[in-house]
């Protein structure tokens, strides 16, 4: 059974600046901003949606396929997905442009500043689902706007079940767009601010929304996750954590596991704490693909801190 999953990848670089924001920028001078902070501490890291649930989903020995575009600096990506035994054979490589890269700048208090540039995943309508075979599943992340609109419903035509992932790509779609991806997918998963902005942009409460898929998965940070499903709502708790390190990705890593328990059919219950605990180990872990751990290791933890097998 594989799992095709349509995203984005990307470069993250986070730089840490040892100082707080506040103490450089002049509340009454933001009309005429220019600023600039020395960053000691930088660090490159692999990223992008596609690429953290394809990673995540190969540490539970499944065999993700990956569907993304790339640009003329993929090399060293190219090489972990490698290392990692990733398949690549659906990343398309367009050398007129960059991978999409994450600029990131920390300060003490936590807060960030982004910069974004999307460079190939722009193109992400250019990968056909056509040209995947053997699929039985498949995950629309976020990615280029045309890139999602066009594999949520080459999917649909397929009759390839799918759960539809809008995540931070979501501003780039008003309501109706939105109840079309709905309308297509299987399942559809958000966390609780989307949540909210999926019901104000559609008009539609979480209740009606499920009345079109199998299955709304929405999470709650710390708080756990709830599963709307056949008239109920699954309340699915957190798994604990050892440490709290690195939120980033964690919604990739629990994606991961909502596509682990489709694919084996596990109830709902089993499914969303195989996904919470996903999510957890990544928690514990800086970056989005620096956790690691055997299946043994994962059993006897979901063991421990659910008390179930799989």
């Known amino acids: 059974m594989s799992a095709l999953i349509c995203g984005s990848l990307a470069y993250d670089t986070i730089m840490v600046f040892d100082d707080r924001f ?19 501490e930088m660090r490159r890291e692999f990223g ?3 690429g953290n649930i394809a990673y995540n989903l190969k540490l539970l020995d499944e065999d993700p396929l990956p569907m993304a575009t790339a640009g003329r600096d993929f090399a060293p990506y190219s090489e972990w997905l490698d290392r990692c035994g990733i398949s690549q054979k659906h990343i398309k490589i367009i050398d007129s442009t960059y991978t999409g890269q994450a600029f990131i700048t920390t300060d003490q ?6 910069a974004f540039h999307p460079g190939a995943m722009n193109l992400s309508h250019e990968n056909d689902i056509g040209d995947a075979s053997g699929v039985t599943i498949g995950i629309v992340s976020p990615d280029g706007r045309d890139g999602m609109i066009q594999h949520a419903a080459q999917f649909a035509k397929a009759k390839i079940p799918f759960i539809f992932d809008p995540g931070q790509g979501m501003p780039m779609f008003d309501g109706s767009d939105l109840m079309t991806f709905v309308e297509q997918a299987t399942w559809v998963t958000l966390n609780d ?5 999926m019901t104000d942009r559609t008009g539609k409460s979480v209740e009606e929304l499920v009345g079109h898929v199998e299955a709304l998965i929405v999470t709650l940070g710390g708080e756990g996750s709830r599963i709307y499903t056949d008239g109920e709502c699954l309340d699915i708790p957190a798994a604990p954590v050892s440490a709290v390190k690195d939120p980033t990705g964690c919604g990739d890593a629990y994606r991961a596991g909502l596509l682990y328990g489709l694919m ?4 709902w219950e089993t499914t969303g704490r195989v996904a919470a605990l996903m999510g957890a180990i990544k928690i514990e872990h800086p970056g989005t693909q620096q956790q690691h751990f055997t299946r043994d290791q994962f059993d006897a933890r979901l063991k421990q801190a659910f008390g179930i097998t799989i």
């Open 109 to 114: 208090d936590d807060n960030q500043i982004t």
């Open 264 to 267: 084996h059919d596990l109830p």
């Open 48 to 50: 992008g949606c596609a």
């Open 22 to 40: 506040k103490n450089h920028i002049l509340p009454d001078k933001v009309h005429m901003l220019n600023v600039s902070f020395l960053v000691p």
């Open 193 to 197: 601010y989307e949540a909210q902005l």
